[in-house]
Structure formats: C-alpha cells, structure tokens
C-alpha cells in the first residue's frame, strides 16, 4: 500500500494496519434507543438492554477524535416504514416477542423510522453533516446507498463500531469484506446482550489471518490519531485566541 502524510499504522489483531485516514470513515451502527434503552426493540425480544451502555463511553471517544481529525462519519439505523413495506413478513412474526415490530411502546412504535426509540441516542447524536444511513436489515448495505457514499468519498477502509457485535456489526462487516474494503472492528466500542457472543463475533472476524477484518481498540486509535487530533486541537485554540 503506498505511503502518504495521513497514513498511520494502527495496532490491530491479528495483525497491526497501515489506514490512510484519508480513505477512512468511522461507521457507528445502530446506537439506537431501541436497541440500548428499556421498553424498545432490543427488550421486547427478552434482552437485558444493560449490557450494551459498556460500549457508548469508547464509541464516544472515536466519535469525538474522528470528528477532530476530520474523518467521514457515517451513523446507520435500523428501521421499518411506518406502514411496514419494508419488513419481511418473516422478520415481523419471529421469535415470540413482548411486542412485535410495529406495535405500540413506551417509546412509541418498535422499530419504526420517526418514533422516539429508533432515534439515535443523546451521546452519540450526529452532528448534521455527517451521514445517517437508514436500513431495513441487519447489513448496512442491503437495500441502502452506503456503497455508493462510500465509492464517491474515495473510502477504501472502516473502522466499524456499535451494537450487536454478533448481529448488525458482524453481518456489515460480512458485507463490507466482500465488497473489497478492509475493516477494522473496535473491540470496547461494540456489545452484545451476550457477551460470550462478543467474544466470538470479534474471534470470528481476526481468525485464519483476519478473515473478514481486523480487530482493534478505541485506546490504539486515538493513540494513531494523535498527530491529527493535537494539531485540530491547536488550532482551535488559535482560533479561540485570535477571537479574543
Ligand atoms: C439486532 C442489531 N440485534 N443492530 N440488530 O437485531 O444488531
């Protein structure tokens, strides 16, 4: 891979990287309410919804240091129509649920796009320049417009945070991979309502040489960011001083 001013490398598992922030983004998915709070989406199905706030504080560090070292930030959603055109019959009647997709809840209809819970959560909003994909399945780029963002942003790499490991952040890795784009999935920035899952999901994309992706840690990637973050950093306070 050729070299430039904004290659860094990042230590990873199986292997350390070599990402050209450049051709990076951050990919945040399903940091939802129904998914991480009581009374949505992720407790109707009988899911200890506690498990998965260990992931937001690391998710948020990420966030804030692609945000000041000027990386694309896409956050995705998972959600139905609220008149349930894009919900496969399958989905909606599986497993035996509280409440099925599309029935009333504490924060309004589970899983609808527009009702409180499939709303991102407060800590980790997007800011309005940064893209929101939103997607009926469990992959990010199944029926959405992720690869052709993607393609016209120049991207070749991702670092892939949020919930489920084994679930939506397995699967969108599974997608990515297979569409030539290396990933790197951070470890304390996912979960699982299982951690033994967790285990396994990250185990399963570093395995064989890396498989499907690398595993890394919020921690490496701010220490790879540094340089990127220290100098917006100062600037900044240039900023803040010449207004003074
Ligand atoms: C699930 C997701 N677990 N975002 N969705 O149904 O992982």
Same mark, same amino acid.
């Given at each position: ?21 450049? $051709? @990076?983004? =951050?990919?945040? #998915? ?11 989406? +992720?407790? /109707? ?97 199944? $029926? @959405?417009? =992720?690869?052709? #963002? ?11 945070? +949020?919930? /489920? ?80």
């Amino acid at each position: 891979m050729a070299t430039s001013a904004t290659t860094r490398l990042l230590d990873a598992e199986p292997q350390p990287i070599e990402l050209d922030w450049a $051709a @990076t983004a =951050l990919v945040i #998915i399903d940091m939802q309410r129904d998914f991480l709070e009581p009374g949505g989406f +992720g407790e /109707t199905l009988g899911n200890d919804v506690s498990q998965l706030a260990r992931a937001v504080a690391p998710c948020a560090s990420v966030l804030a240091a692609a945000r000041a070292a000027g990386m694309l930030v896409v956050h995705t959603r998972e959600g139905h129509l609220p008149d349930l055109s894009d919900a496969p019959p399958a989905k909606i009647a599986r497993g035996a649920p509280s409440r099925r997709i599309g029935d009333p809840g504490p924060m309004g209809r589970i899983l609808i796009r527009g009702e409180a819970g499939h709303d991102f959560i407060p800590e980790l909003y997007p800011l309005d320049d940064e893209i929101v994909i939103d997607k009926p399945g469990k992959g990010a780029f199944y $029926a @959405t417009d =992720l690869g052709e #963002i993607l393609q016209n942003f120049g991207i070749a790499n991702l670092l892939v945070c +949020g919930v /489920t490991t084994e679930v939506c952040v397995n699967t969108t890795v599974r997608e990515v991979n297979d569409r030539g784009y290396r990933c790197v999935v951070l470890a304390d920035c996912c979960a699982s309502y299982f951690p033994e899952f967790h285990e396994m999901g990250l185990n399963m994309i570093k395995a064989q040489g890396g498989i499907f992706g690398w595993v890394s840690s919020s921690a490496a990637v701010r220490a790879a960011m540094t340089p990127e973050i220290l100098a917006t950093e100062t600037s900044n306070q240039r900023t803040v001083g010449a207004a003074q």
